[in-house]
């Protein structure tokens, strides 16, 4: 089955740094990648669409400039929280589409916990 | 109207049991269909995916499609304590667009 590798999977950071989370697609080229935010007992949140080589999509109120995405190649996709601030601890997950089914499939997520 | 509708449950069932697992969408030129599953803490796997009217098997899940009435089901026969998770439904049209999922508890 179709593999997406996240990391790291967990990571604790001070306020005011930036975190980098890579996701890859391990066994299929996926010119689209999804990034979720997900709190406790919630639903997960798409906060941005991207797409190889273009700019990414983001949903209404999350902010492009804080949350910095790159999809440079059709398997490595980042996601930068600039200037964290505890209020961005949370589950982050990618995903990957597979072209061929249509189907999305999700890395293991990182936890980012924000002092 | 949501996209994609599902009840949130939570749904309880006994071990052994079928757990039946529902969701309807909005737009009608939907094409694919997914069901994922999610385990508190963890990220969503996906276990059955659906194209067309009719069943799908796959071991103890079952998938239902029916277009017309704009429905999704999953079934999974014996189910087990490992069951117990959160059940995404997923629908592909011109966007991917998920439910808020349905918890279920398969009691021992």
């Known amino acids: 089955g179709a593999v997406v590798s996240q990391h790291p999977s967990r990571v604790i950071c001070k306020s005011g740094t930036s975190v980098k989370i890579e996701c890859r697609s391990l066994d299929f080229q996926a010119t689209t990648m999804f990034w979720y935010r997900q709190f406790p007992k919630q639903s997960l949140m798409l906060m941005a669409t991207?797409?190889?080589?273009?700019?990414?999509?983001?949903e209404q109120g999350v902010e492009k400039d804080k949350f910095l995405i790159n999809h440079a190649s059709l398997t490595l996709s980042t996601l930068t929280v600039t200037s964290a601030h505890p209020e961005d601890s949370s589950f982050y997950i990618c995903s990957a589409r597979d072209g061929r089914s249509e189907a999305q499939y999700f890395g293991p997520g990182t936890r980012l916990l924000v002092l | 109207q949501k996209e994609v509708e599902q009840n949130s449950g939570p749904l309880s069932v006994p071990e052994g049991a079928i757990a039946s697992l529902n969701c309807t969408y909005s737009d009608r030129g939907s094409q694919s269909f997914f069901w994922y599953r999610q385990y508190s803490g963890k990220s969503p796997e996906l276990i059955m995916s659906?194209?067309?009217?009719g069943d799908k098997e796959d071991g103890r899940f079952t998938a239902q499609l029916n277009k017309a009435s704009q429905y999704v089901s999953l079934l999974i026969r014996d189910s087990q304590p490992s069951d117990s998770a959160t059940y995404l439904c997923?629908?592909?049209?011109?966007?991917?667009?998920f439910g808020t999922g349905t918890s279920l508890t398969v009691i021992p």
């Open positions: 991207s797409n190889e080589g273009s700019k990414a999509t983001y």
């Open positions: 659906i194209y067309s009217n």
């Open positions: 997923a629908v592909n049209s011109n966007q991917f667009y």
